[in-house]
């Protein structure tokens, strides 16, 4: 166990951590932007709706989720310790010092770009998350034709201080699949409607891309998993993949709501 | 092109770190240095300047040099902003005046960390280096009692690789790159080194662990991967080794026994 | 006194093995109670350092660099020879060892020398099981080259920087010892004085760079291991530091000092551009091996050169001289270190020499890029072309290297016997501190050899014998003896200190590199010598009188530190100049032009100078006393060396 421990409050070790929370948080990236996906989809948000209500109930989803906010919070911890003690390995600075001549922008600046992206996360799960979880939501009743299911009927229920159970039936008699829903996509509509909370998301979605642009690549190399066949895809999925795919992914949901909807 | 046969003389300006010792506090001062030919060695510029002030009674000022073809890694200037000036793969004693521009103002200082602190001027104690190398930069065999050199048949690839790290003439210039100070670049050459060659295999985990414990101890900083170290490396060596060593580090404490 | 080398009796080839049998031996659960003084952390220091502390004496190394690492061994470049016969090319310990009696030109002890081939083979095994990363062929085995001549492949090689990965072999292995507290280092302490008790060195005092610090340390024997003197010359490829201190306050109390005039001058070294210039490079001799040296055949096209109004790809075939392949024809540009040399000096002093200077000649790799294409060029010299390039801002691809001669090595160095040990009892010399392995002229890549066989394989024996003669009483380092030491450093660093003259100590040192250069260099007659004694003895006096030395003790003081080795020179270099005068014969890197061949070649004279030239150092400013020890061969016959 001390071992462990000594492990872990080693330079190595907590690069580690660092390294194994980043690449888990960039999992979740994924996941995360794939169902959001269903934002696009035109259906009044009855996908999203019933996709939000998954990923708050399910339990191993909730175990992931709950792994996924320690992971930021450790994430963010551990850069406050290293930062320190690598300023702390640096007492009197340079007059001048060159970086731009020796390393890349982003690789210089990943503790701004996390504390931007911190921001945003605190900003866009308040906005989002808390919003859902104890917010005044108001609610949706999706009812689709079971002989035509292209005929939907969207019914709004406004929040009457009485939380409405999540419903998925059949009803037969109308001949109908009705799904009671809170309405998260209602929120998403009407943050996605302000021009600044847009501006807010494509700021942090450039900054996510800087950051993992450097970020993914960077956690293999701290694992050691450093292949000279391997090495040059990671570098490519960590620009394309995370540094380019997915911020444009994410940001293009706020900048879609804003114009098209 | 040919160069003219008869070079003019550069004027620089020159703002060097001026320490008296180690309990003083430093601050740049500036010199003019009027009469540089092209030809020159940044150090040999140095020396010209020396001599200037000495004769006017100043203190020369101190910096730390010796083989001046690149190999022994004591000489240390952080010029500009780079380490070793501006130019890659090279030592400063390697860089010449042809570099700079008539009229340009050079800022020097020294190796800037807290584990290399200023003895003198731009002279820096980097006995740190030598701490974490007598932890486990070896292969423990005494004289003698050896097998055959060819008993041990080497791929020439690993070979060649270990030479590569091998090549780190630990003058600091990645820790005085890096951003956080780290001198991951330096203490991972020498694990590499051991690590791929068959004769290291046996002390291979417990030589990374006394290695990078003395490193923490030193007081450097944390690699975060920017790679500043190897592109001003003046022997190129490479990031690789740091993954190496980490790879390594994690096999000895989380699964090795 | 009469010099007494100890060699072995008996048959050559058992000489080492008998005498190693004969050899004291200290008992394992004594040897702790014993303290030995290292000083110099370089292949011989630190190789000695780590062995004696394995076998469980304590160790305390000394360096004046900021790390033990940084010793000049690490700039060797070219290889490490060793008698593995790993090629099947013939090699045999005998025939290095003949080899390297006759390169010496027949100036070196023979017992000494066949120990060295001997014990060369184990220094290889030595350095592998360390990790020193040989190159190695596609099968895994090691890798061999052809080095200077050599008619056999025999040396071992790690790229360009087989002495950076030898010191770094040695280096880990003193560190190692470090860590189990068996070697005490201390680095940026510089050795002012052997400190000796009823004859027998039993310490040093030493001077503490960065504190000024003046210290005693006391044991039971002192192995200097402190590189040698070029540096005399002021310009040459040693490091800056390089210095003859430790050896020449050695001298002073008491050690002979050997053949100090025998100083190797290599011929492939990028030239002077200016008087700012503080060093030479080195570029491998290796590049003899297809590069073409040349000069043009007249004085005039040669001014023409310099002045730039023409170059060097606009003289036709017929106006160049290719004076060493015209001069010999057999071996052409392959011709030994010395020989291409002195040729080279030979075609300046006629005023054909090129560049601006005019102190240069050309080595041109036209026709091997026409004949092997420039990519095989590329490989085989790549990166000796790019430091080219980087110091001269010319590209050799496209127009020919300029190079000359640069003192690079001394073969000269503290007298030692069979044992290592000095004239002075307790007090040991190694590596190229001591005189004695290379006669004359040393061969490529064997240097390294010399330094690593004396500390791994020679001193761990022959120390054992001394130190279980003389006991583990403790030495005492408040005896008198270290007071009345210290005193004297403490002075003479006041001395120097309260020098407030006109001139800077590098200002006295180029004057000394100058008239060594020219009087003391690649050719040397009796009235250049004599007048050279005379210009260095009034040098050194003015230099006591007119001299600046700047800051304090109590501080790092490199100006100090300079001045004080700057001092030791001024008087070395005298002793060098009356060795090179009592020498009237020309031999290995010693050429005196009364003394050459019809043809110009050097010419030995084995009945009168067939000697060893010990100097006993008699006191300031008296004649040092001319001991000869008389070489004995009963192995190898003397022969002429020629090349034709």
Same mark, same amino acid.
């Given at each position: ?31 995360h ?20 209500y ?13 792994l ?30 060159h970086g ?5 922008w982003?690789?210089?600046n ?11 996360i ?13 917010g005044a939501?108001p609610h949706a ?8 299911p ?21 009803d ?46 960077s ?5 050691g ?10 570098k ?9 795919l997915?911020?444009?992914g994410?940001?293009a ?6 114009f098209?909807? | 092109?040919?160069?003219l046969?008869?070079?003019e003389?550069?004027k ?5 770190w ?13 010199y ?5 030919s ?11 300047v ?5 004769h ?11 083989c001046?073809?690149?190999i ?9 902003g ?14 010449h ?20 602190p200023v003895?003198?001027?731009?002279v820096?104690?980097?006995?740190a ?14 004289t ?6 060819n008993?041990?048949p ?23 790159a ?8 330096f ?22 662990q006394?290695?990078?414990t ?18 001003e ?11 190496r060593?980490?790879?390594?580090y994690?096999a ?6 | 006194m009469t ?6 009796? @008996? ?9 190693k049998f004969n050899l ?17 952390? @370089?292949?011989?220091g ?5 062995s004696?502390a ?8 000394f ?18 020879n ?6 099947n090319?013939g090699?045999?310990?005998h025939?290095l ?15 000494n020398?066949?120990r060295?081939?001997e014990?060369s ?15 190695r ?13 050599a ?7 790690a790229?360009g ?5 030898l ?5 880990s292995?003193l560190?190692r010892q ?29 001077r503490n760079l ?9 044991g ?7 590189g ?8 040459s490829?040693?490091a ?32 002077v ?18 590069g ?16 730039g ?10 106006d160049r001289d290719?004076?060493?392949?015209r001069?010999y024809?057999?071996?052409g ?8 040399s ?12 090129v ?17 092997l ?7 085989? &010299?790549g990166?000796?072309?790019d430091? &080219?390039?980087q ?34 009892p307790g007090l &040991? ?9 290379h ?10 050899m ?5 500390g &791994? ?7 054992g ?29 006041k001395q120097?200190?309260?020098l407030k ?8 040192h180029r004057?000394?590199?100058?008239i ?8 040397r ?6 007048k050279?004694k ?21 501080e ?22 009356e ?15 009364e003394?050459?061949t ?7 004279d084995?009945d009168?100078?067939t000697?060893v030239?010990a ?14 020890e008389k ?9 002429q060396?020629?090349?034709?």
């Open positions: 166990m001390r071992n462990l421990t000594q492990t872990f409050s080693s330079s190595l070790g907590k690069k580690l951590i660092m390294a194994l929370t980043g690449l888990f948080m960039c999992i979740f990236l994924v996941v932007l794939i169902g959001n996906i269903q934002l696009f989809k035109n259906d009044d948000g009855q996908a999203f709706n019933s996709y939000a998954l990923m708050t109930h399910f339990v191993p989803i909730k175990v992931i989720s709950y996924l906010y320690t992971s930021i919070i450790v994430h963010a911890i551990y850069a406050l310790v290293l930062t320190t003690k690598n300023k702390k390995a640096r007492p009197i600075g340079y007059a001048i010092q731009a001549a020796n390393s890349p982003t690789s210089r990943m503790g701004i770009l996390g504390t931007v992206l911190l921001l945003f605190v900003i866009h799960m308040n906005t989002f998350w808390a919003q859902y979880h104890w939501l009743k999706y009812e689709t034709s079971l002989s035509n292209q005929e939907i009927t969207v019914t709004a229920i406004p929040f009457d201080g009485n939380e409405v159970a999540y419903t998925d039936y059949i037969s008699v109308k001949g109908t699949h009705i799904v009671i829903s809170k309405d998260l996509y209602k929120i998403v509509v009407e943050a996605f409607g302000q021009w600044w909370y847009v501006l807010l998301y494509v700021i942090s979605m450039a900054a996510l891309s800087f950051h993992l642009i450097h970020g993914f690549s956690a293999f190399q701290t694992l998993w450093d292949h000279k066949k391997y090495m040059p895809l990671i490519y999925l960590g620009i394309w993949g995370f540094g380019v997915i911020p444009l994410f940001a949901m706020p900048i879609y709501f804003f098209f909807k | 092109m040919m160069r046969s008869i070079l003389d550069m620089l300006t020159l703002k060097v001026r320490q008296k010792n180690a309990n003083t506090k430093g601050q740049l001062v500036t003019k240095a009027d009469h540089v092209p030809d020159m060695s940044f150090l040999e510029m140095l020396d010209v020396n001599e200037d002030l000495i006017k009674g100043d203190e020369p000022i101190h910096f730390d040099h010796d001046r073809e690149g022994c890694g004591a000489c240390s200037l952080h010029i500009n780079r380490p070793h000036g501006p130019k890659q793969g090279i030592t400063t004693c390697q860089l005046m042809r570099s700079f521009n008539d009229g340009d103002v050079i800022v020097i200082e020294p190796w800037r960390a807290a584990a290399f003895i003198r001027d731009l820096t104690d980097r006995s280096f030598d701490r974490i190398q007598h932890a486990g930069g070896y292969i423990s065999v005494n003698g009692g050896v097998p055959d050199a008993c041990i080497i791929s020439k690839v690993v070979a060649d690789e270990a030479l590569n790290s091998a090549t780190c003439i630990g003058c600091g210039a990645c820790v005085a890096c951003k956080n100070a780290s001198a991951m670049l203490v991972s050459a020498k694990v590499s080194q051991m690590a791929l060659l068959p004769q290291g295999q046996p002390e291979r985990y417990q030589r990374v006394a290695m990078v003395q490193m923490d101890q030193e007081g450097f900083g944390n690699c975060t991967n920017t790679g500043a170290c190897e592109a490396c003046p022997k190129e060596i490479s990031l690789s080794n740091i993954a060593m980490n790879r390594d994690f000895a404490n989380i699964f090795k026994e | 010099l007494d080398a100890k060699i072995p009796e @008996g048959p050559l080839a058992e000489k080492w093995s008998k005498h004291k031996l200290v008992n394992p659960a004594n040897k702790r109670k014993y303290t030995v003084i290292v000083v110099g952390t @370089g292949l011989a630190a190789s000695a350092a780590a004696l394995e076998l469980g004496y304590n160790v305390k190394a360096c004046f660099q900021d790390s033990p690492r940084r010793a000049h061994s690490i700039a060797a470049q070219g290889g490490i060793a008698a593995k016969n790993y090629q090319d090699d045999s310990i025939r060892f003949y080899d390297t009696i006759k390169g010496g030109d027949y100036r070196a002890r023979e017992g020398v066949y060295l081939a014990v083979v184990n220094i290889i095994d030595q350095c592998v099981a360390q990790g020193v990363p040989f190159a062929e596609y099968g895994g085995l090691l890798d061999n080259r052809s080095f200077g001549g008619q056999v492949s025999r040396t071992f090689y790229r920087q087989t002495g950076q990965q010191l770094l072999g040695a280096y292995a560190n470090i860590h189990a507290g068996k070697v005490t280092m201390f680095s940026r302490h510089e050795m002012m004085d052997v400190v000796t008790i009823d004859g027998q060195a039993k310490g040093i005092v030493t960065v504190t000024g610090n003046i210290e005693s340390h006391a039971h024997a002192v192995l200097l291991c402190t040698g003197y070029g540096n005399v010359f002021y310009l490829t040693n800056m530091g390089c210095n003859v201190t430790a050896a020449w306050k050695a001298h002073k109390r008491g050690a002979f000092f050997a053949n100090p005039c025998f100083t190797q001058i290599h011929p492939t070294c990028i030239p551009t200016g008087d700012h210039q503080s060093k030479l490079t080195l570029m491998s001799e290796s590049l003899r091996n297809d073409r040296v040349w000069v043009p055949k007249t004085k005039e096209l040669a001014a023409k050169l310099r002045n109004e023409i170059k060097p790809a606009d003289l036709k075939e017929e290719y004076f060493l392949e001069k024809p057999s071996f540009n392959l011709v030994p270190r010395d020989v291409a002195r040729n080279a000096k030979e075609m300046v002093d006629e005023g054909r020499g560049g601006t200077s005019g102190i240069a000649v050309f080595l041109d790799f036209a026709d091997a890029i026409k004949r294409g420039e990519e095989t060029v590329r490989e085989k &010299y990166n000796l072309f430091m &080219y390039q110091i001269t801002d010319e590209n050799p691809y496209k127009q020919p290297m300029r190079i000359y001669p640069a003192v690079h090595y001394t073969m000269g160095g503290l007298w030692v016997d069979y044992n290592l040990m000095t004239t002075v &040991y010399a190694l590596g190229e501190a001591n005189f004695s392995d006669g004359a002229n040393r061969l490529g890549a064997s240097a390294l010399q330094g690593l066989a004396d &791994y394989f020679v001193i761990p024996y022959t120390l014998d001394y130190l279980a003669s003389i006991g583990p009483k403790p030495v005492d380092a408040n005896h008198p003896a270290f007071k009345e030491a210290e005193k004297e450093v403490k002075a003479h660093i120097l200190l309260s003259g006109k001139k800077t100590v590098d200002q006295y004057e000394l590199g100058h060594m250069w020219e009087y003391c260099g690649m050719a007659n009796e009235d250049g010598l004599i050279a005379e210009l260095i003895s009034a040098l050194r006096k003015d230099f006591w009188k007119n001299a600046f030395v700047c800051g304090s003790n109590e790092l003081n490199q100006n100090l530190e300079k001045a004080s080795r700057v001092a030791d020179f001024l008087e070395l270099g005298e002793l060098m100049v060795d090179a005068l009592k020498r009237k014969e020309s031999c290995g890197g010693h050429f005196r032009i003394s050459q019809d043809e110009g070649e050097a010419k030995r084995d009168h100078y000697y030239a100097w006993e150092y008699k006191g300031d400013d008296k004649p040092e006393t001319l001991h000869k070489l004995v061969f009963e192995n190898v016959k003397l022969t060396r020629s090349y034709k």
